[in-house]
């Protein structure tokens, strides 16, 4: 799938091929800081933000936060999964250490 991805990419007009490229264009426009980490709630914030610049068509803000607003709810998703495997193994070294 990343193949296609970058050949998609590579086939599209517009400065943007590659992740470094994606990197540079946000950081220029000042939607995520240099050396930080670029997590999926960033990407998020960063296409909701893109929301607000002028002139862009109906069709494409629609589509844009279709995906934001899909990314934010697998990211909540990943999170309270991720807490609650935490939570089931501490259980479970609770039990055993009262066990043995």
Known sequence: MTDQVHA???AMPGSVKNAEDAKSLLQSK???????NI?????ARTLFALMLEPKI???TIN???????LL??????S????MADK??????????????
């Open 63 to 69: 589509a844009v936060t279709a995906v934001a607003s």
């Open 39 to 43: 997590s999926l709630e960033t990407l």
């Open 72 to 77: 934010t709810e697998k990211l909540d998703i």
């Open 30 to 36: 000042g939607w995520i800081i240099a050396g930080k």
């Open 87 to 100: 939570l089931a193994e501490h259980i479970q070294e609770t039990i055993n250490s009262v066990v043995t």
């Open 8 to 10: 998609v990419a590579t």
């Open 79 to 82: 999170v309270k999964q991720e």
């Open 57 to 59: 068509p109906l069709a």
